[in-house]
């Protein structure tokens, strides 16, 4: 009984008092001088930025052992400076027979889906010769040689590999935003498919375009 | 053999359409509605042909000059200058550019403000690369955070790993924490899960491939090494929940490279 009447007590002072902070409030509102005082527009502007870049290529690919096939792919690269970039790789083609397999003229030793070829890598690019490329008198494209070198993954005959490759390639900047590219790249992976380990290159020569976004 | 690259053709064809579309809606979006006009704030400013310190100088544009500012490459701002020149200046020098209030652009644009210390910020990216060895095998990962304070941040991370008897993935989201950002190398800790795949390799018995639930605890160690580029080294404990009698615990040491943007 006691705690419902402090209750109620707290709760009319409280009311009270909200009114007589606002009736005072109400008196503080006329303002006798203007502040003449620009408000600040906070815009959150942002700049467009174009540092990443994605695109397919095709090429060819030399597979130790298995004969070279085509090969499809795709590539996206973060660029963080004006030299460097990261860049993610993803290809597959299909390797053929072994030179065993077509001399013998026996059953094949690998099923259709040991064949496959798909490989990932991520990389690190270094824009070593940037600069400008002139086509007869009317057109300049700006381009960039750059070397790149990266591990990543390659799937061959039901097995993964840990893959460490290197390369070279050239960028051609068509427009701003659109680049053609034209590269070469070894891919180099331990593998005892064949009985003992040996360390394979497996060099792809690939053309492609990308964009900038 | 034919057969499956045409179809495979077709597929990464799509696939270029459907990133162009969003590419090119991306771009008109942000090009049309919030053009960002500025006034020279330096004495002048120098235009080159290209994104890089190498490309020829074709144009200034002078103190007071209005340019609209067209978009960020790097550490390179493409400007078109009132006289319909376009050319692509140093971040550094757009930022004593003047809006229309006459404040210094760099004050509302984050882009533009100059990174004085060499810890995270509140709302940066982060990507990075690492190898290692994860429980005695070559292991690689790649990882992206986001930090919410310059303390706390979120990452995903996905890792491959080569063995002699198997290789598999990992996918682990986890929470990072760095008690003391401002250090130059810094400490953080890290605690997450996620899902492990195994694979046994093809020249062993038939083994099934297993997919487990893992547990991680992380700690480790950053530095910035120039300009954006971190350095990174960690070691993480894992536990994979099997469904078998015991939890497996494996060991992972690895060291990176990332960029934050």
Not at chain 1, 83 to 88: A, P, V
Not at chain 2, 47 to 72: N, S
Not at chain 2, 73 to 93: H, N
Request: proline share 3%; with cysteine; charged share 20%.
């Amino acid at each position: 009984m006691e705690n419902r009447i402090k209750r109620f007590i707290l709760a009319i002072g409280l009311i009270n008092s909200l009114f007589i902070h606002n009736s005072f409030a109400a008196d503080d509102a006329v303002q006798v001088v203007e502040p003449q005082l620009d408000r600040r527009t906070i815009k959150p502007d942002k700049i467009d930025t174009e540092n990443f870049e994605i695109g397919l290529y095709a090429g060819m690919i030399s597979i130790e052992d298995f004969d070279t096939s085509t090969l499809l792919g795709v590539r996206a690269a973060y660029h963080i400076t004006e030299d460097f970039f990261f860049e993610l790789g993803y290809g597959e083609s299909e390797g053929g027979l072994t030179s065993f397999e077509e001399l013998s003229g026996s059953s094949p030793l690998f099923t259709d889906e040991d064949r496959e070829y798909s490989y990932y890598d991520l990389s690190l690019g270094w824009n070593i010769l940037p600069g400008e490329v002139f086509i007869f008198d009317k057109y300049a494209f700006n381009s960039s040689l750059y070397l790149l070198g990266g591990v990543g993954n390659t799937t061959f005959a039901g097995d993964e590999w840990f893959t460490v490759n290197i390369g070279a390639g050239f960028r051609l900047l068509l427009t701003d935003a659109i680049a053609w590219h034209i590269g070469v790249r070894d891919h180099i992976f331990d593998r005892d498919t064949l009985g003992e380990e040996e360390a394979t290159h497996n060099i792809e020569f690939n053309t492609g375009f990308t964009v900038f976004f | 053999m034919k057969q499956t690259l045409m179809a495979r053709a077709k597929y990464y064809c799509s696939a270029l359409l459907i990133s162009a579309c969003l590419v090119g809606t991306s771009t008109t979006a942000t090009a049309d509605d919030d053009a960002i006009i500025a006034s020279v704030g330096a004495v002048f400013i120098e235009l080159r042909t290209g994104p890089g310190r190498g490309y020829p100088i074709v144009d200034i544009a002078e103190r007071g000059e209005k340019i609209e500012i067209l978009k960020q490459r790097t550490d390179w701002i493409k400007i078109r200058t009132s006289d319909d020149s376009e050319g692509w200046v140093r971040t550094g020098d757009i930022a004593e550019t003047l809006d229309e209030q006459g404040q210094a652009l760099s004050e509302n644009i984050r882009q533009l403000q100059p990174r004085s210390n060499t810890s995270p910020q509140q709302g940066d990216w982060e990507i990075g690369v690492m190898l290692g060895d994860y429980g005695g095998t070559d292991a690689i990962s790649v990882y992206t955070d986001y930090h919410f304070t310059n303390n706390l941040a979120i990452e995903l991370a996905a890792s491959d790993n080569f063995g002699n008897f198997s290789s598999g993935q990992y996918v682990v989201a986890s929470i990072m924490h760095q008690p003391f950002p401002q250090w130059s190398y810094s400490p953080f800790i890290s605690l997450g899960g996620g899902v492990r795949k195994t694979n046994p390799r093809s020249n062993l018995v038939e083994t099934e491939d297993r997919t487990d639930n893992i547990l991680v605890a992380g700690i480790g160690m950053r530095t910035i090494l120039y300009n954006r580029f971190v350095l990174r080294v960690q070691y993480n404990h894992h536990t994979v929940l099997t469904s078998r009698d015991d939890d497996i615990e494996v060991e992972e040491w690895k060291i990176g490279l990332s960029a934050l943007f």
